[in-house]
């Protein structure tokens, strides 16, 4: 199935640059690799035999979830610098999470290996069959892996694996047999154990479910390092500190679901799931500090954090903090709830979506229906995409209709059942309002701009927002930064121009206002913008003021405000500057 996306409406588009955008085929996601039942790597097939038939392998228990991969020294130092060796030997793992949710699992952690069938692959239990084998008589808390959601591979190699600590998750049977712990391992140094950390059983609630990280590295050696670890049945963060070896607990009201977005239906499966905290997603670091971008399972909003908070201990010793003013909750909302989220260097967030589908957003942009755009859809091979990873320039997720193991609901026993999936970033977002990148179109989703009236409505940006301004009024502009104080504005051009030259200048003063020294920021800018067309070239000129108050643009009317002149240019002179 090639998925699509349509770059016009049925109208007329005019962009930037005067050109018609016409449809065209999305980035797509590839399979990579595929499964109708999980298999492992058995010492023999009497030994795979003994297990099926003691119960100890359930192929159809065994459900896919999270995916990370680590490409060893060469792409280490091409998109990493780890410093290695640019001539040693370069070799792909990819990891997989395989929780116990249900009796029958062999191995929680596992890395794939090619199969002894063509199209195949089977799952080694990493790091060994040992550390993922559950005694029958005591457990050995310390080394062994129980069971693990989700897991996060770190740019200097370390592979970060929580272990939730719970058996059969998904039965009325579920049980705790161990305390949740977080492994460190070292996949550059013979995947030897870094550290093992026990959570304390005071940051751990009977609700408790550890089913995602992320890794906030802030040196270059990796020393000064924070985990990022949501719980999300008992609707809490815990952050843990690698350098100091500790952790606590972050309670704060933005974590908890909506009890009214707790109803999911997928490939006509319906089912209730009142799951909080889920996604996580890091943005990039600005000024020493970055915001933790996240969302409930349950929750169609997106909500952020700074880090520096996050990691300031003592906010946190009391239980349940105000949020207000340190977390923030998006205005408008998804289409659909959203399990797992990653974000790229450059700000864009691409989420996955309950509707099948992958969403990206650009954090430079307000989170609005019309900055959220859909790269990437398919029924059926992205049912319940469960676990995303962005290594180099592409993003790899996991689909595992998860959906069909919370009823009893018989599939079809031949069918596809869980995909891992690849594709390009750039190739995703290409041609949608989350690609930024100099000599793209940077605009709107088609809905939004094919109703763009050029000789009125205009394009204005700044360093973190843009919007569009039109002479109805209609829209607000929040304005975080003014990219060192220049706000770049573009016209709208009318359809049918050959190229056309621009050029602004713009100051910006801040004064105070009245008693309580409100600082005020107005904006003024000018320039002008020459258009050659085949019958008459013009240049426009303009001039506007708009004026902002805690950062929040109060007259939005500035195109009104503006002056217009249109003089006709001499064919054969060059544009003006």
Known sequence: MVPYRCCCGGGLISTLMAAVLVCSAAGTMNVEYSWVYVDYTFASPNHRELAINSG???????????????????????YFNMGSNSNSASKQRVFVTVPRIKPGNPASIAEIVPGDRPNSVLLAPYPNWKANTISENAVNCDDTIISVFRMKIDHLGRFWVVDVGTLDQFEMTARSICPPKLIIFD?????????????????????????????DIRDSKGRNTFAYIADTTAYKLVVYDFKNDESW????????????????????????????????????????????????????????????????????QNGLIDGSGTFFLSSEVRDTQSSVEVMTDSGVLIYASMDNSLGCWNSQDPFTTKHTHTIYKSDEDFQFPSGMKIVGDKVWAVSCQLQNHFTTMVTNRKSVKYRVLVGRVDDLIKRTGCDKRSGNVDMKSPPDVQNLDPTKDRLVFSGKKNTIFTDDNDDEFLVETLDDNILHEWRVLPANTEPWSYSRMSRVFENKN?????????LVLTGNVNVHSHSKPTSLSYDCRMSMINGQLKNNDCLGKSRRRNRVVKRGSGPLR
């Open 56 to 78: 100890k392998f359930i192929p159809e228990n065994c459900v896919i979830l999270d995916v990370d991969k680590f490409h060893g020294a060469s792409e280490g130092k091409l």
């Open 249 to 316: 607990v972050v309670d704060q009201a933005y974590f908890y679901p909506y009890p009214n977005k707790a109803h999911f239906k997928i490939k006509g499966v319906n089912f209730d799931l009142m799951d909080g905290v889920l996604g996580l997603a890091l943005g990039p670091i600005t000024k020493n500090d970055r915001k933790l971008y996240f969302h409930a399972f349950a929750s169609i909003r997106e909500s952020w954090v700074y880090t520096n908070t996050l990691q300031n201990k003592s906010l946190f």
């Open 514 to 522: 009245g008693v309580q020294q409100t600082p005020i920021k107005s």
């Open 187 to 215: 996949l550059k140094n013979d995947d030897r154990v870094i550290r093992t950390y026990k959570f304390p059983s005071s940051q751990v609630k009977d609700v408790s479910l550890f089913t995602n990280i992320e890794v």
